[in-house]
């Protein structure tokens, strides 16, 4: 098996035992690279999340996370975009810009924060770290990706195996930092990581209580000429705590059977994958600095399970995904393109948003909405006065307004807002009701 990088000197030590383990330094990216990137449109993802986001009955908050588009916005990061071959094992071969030769990235792993300060900045996902102890589910995923179908069977159904845990298990997620050369190259003396681990023996994430399920694709998921995103629900939602960092992992599974050097892109069905690499090409990714493994640090960043990993052939990197601020400039896939959806039914904001909804008042559909919104309220008898107010999340007054006061049903059309999370209340002689509402 040939080897696809080398161990460079940097030292990676252990922060439960806080002892030096064996070096587990920074790795140079294969050249195996996808050279016929296709044509990504972001705006043209959120209507196919809308449609297969999971419907809640929560009047809480709610939105899409992604840690690398996050830190693109937050930084005004000119991210470029790098795709790879997604597949279980080597057996199966891809076209790198002409070179036929061995897959060699067999699992993908994020790793998020969602309280991380990357999120606060959007209105619409800053409520995590808002309320940094409360709780939450993720209820949906979506992954960027493109799909080729060339097996002669149409019928043939791959599937996605999705893993998603949380550290709730301590041991699932042990402490590590990186010294030396790897931590200057971020302007830091300790850069710290969590450690994702690997059984290969079996080809699986090693986590305890971990929440597995299938994805299927079929061939209404081919991608050739563009990538496209993904949105899947999860059968059951995976409920969390914002103090708790989660995992998603996404690994690729043939419905047919395969060969040794067979290429499945000509002659089978093949998945690529899709990353952010900030700032293009020779850089280093985001790092929020922090004290070593300390509770305030942003541990989010994106894995990969390679070749060597994979055939234990990586030597003290055997047990663990590899992420990405371990390898060296060059390296294109910093931050996966896999956003999970988060809801919660919390009651947090302006008048806790818990007044006896006595008015009827609905919320506002569709929720998010872009243009124009519809809310409803019932009034059982005549009132004296009834005021329709919009404020921002800072609690600024967005717009206000005398509304119907006689018995009946009553709608108010929510007109265009710049987009964020505003809350609208109906005071009715002095009694109010809140909820919340979302702009995209």
Avoid at 58 to 77: D, K, R
Avoid at 243 to 250: D, H
Wanted: aromatic share 12%; proline share 5%; charged share 15%.
């Amino acid at each position: 098996m040939k080897k696809i990088y080398t161990l460079l000197t940097a030292t990676l030590i252990t922060s439960i035992t806080v002892a030096q383990s064996p070096s587990l330094g920074n790795l140079i990216s294969p050249s195996k690279k996808i050279t016929n990137v296709k044509p990504f449109d972001k705006n043209s993802m959120r209507a196919v999340k809308s449609k297969n986001v999971a419907k809640t009955s929560s009047n809480g908050n709610a939105a899409w996370f992604n840690y690398g588009t996050a830190i693109e916005a937050l930084g005004g990061l000119p991210s470029d975009l790098n795709s790879n071959y997604l597949f279980p094992d080597s057996m199966g071969y891809g076209d790198f810009g002409g070179s036929i030769s061995s897959i060699w990235i067999h699992h993908l792993a994020e790793l998020v924060d969602f309280k991380s300060v990357a999120f606060s900045g959007d209105p619409s996902t800053s409520w995590v770290a808002a309320s940094p102890t409360a709780s939450f589910k993720i209820d949906s995923m979506s992954i960027v990706y493109a799909y080729s179908r060339n097996h002669p069977d149409p019928t043939v159904v791959d599937t996605l195996l999705v893993t998603v845990y949380n550290n709730n298990t301590a041991s699932n997620l042990p402490g590590a930092y990186f010294t030396g050369t790897t931590a200057s190259n971020y302007a830091t003396d300790t850069l710290s990581i969590k450690l994702v681990k690997y059984t290969q023996t079996t080809n699986v994430i090693n986590a305890a209580n971990k929440y597995v399920f299938k994805v299927p694709l079929t061939i209404a998921d081919t991608a050739v000429s563009e990538y496209r995103e993904k949105a899947f629900k999860l059968p059951v939602p995976f409920s969390n705590v914002a103090t708790k960092l989660v995992v998603g992992s996404v690994m690729f599974k043939p419905g047919y059977t395969y060969t040794l050097t067979q290429n499945v892109d000509a002659t089978a069905n093949s998945f690529f994958f899709t990353s952010l690499e900030e700032n293009g090409p020779g850089t280093f990714p985001f790092y929020l600095d922090c004290n070593a493994n300390s509770i305030a640090c942003d541990f989010s960043s994106s894995y990969i399970l390679p070749q060597d990993v994979r055939y234990g052939l990586g030597g003290t990197w055997n047990p663990y995904f590899i992420p990405s601020y371990a390898y060296t400039i060059g390296y294109g896939f910093e931050h996966h393109l896999i956003s999970f959806h988060l809801t919660d039914d919390m009651t947090t904001g302006i008048n806790n948003l818990s007044a006896t909804n006595v008015f009827g008042l609905t919320q506002n559909i569709p929720n998010p909405f872009t243009k124009e919104s519809i809310v409803k309220y019932n009034l059982d008898k005549n009132v004296n006065s009834a005021t329709f107010t919009v404020t921002d999340i800072m609690g600024r007054v967005i717009s206000s307004e005398k509304v119907e006061t006689t018995t009946g049903s009553h709608s108010i059309k929510l007109s265009s807002y710049a987009a964020g999370v505003y809350y609208y209340t109906l005071n009715v002689d002095g009694n109010t009701t809140t909820k919340k509402m979302i702009v995209e």
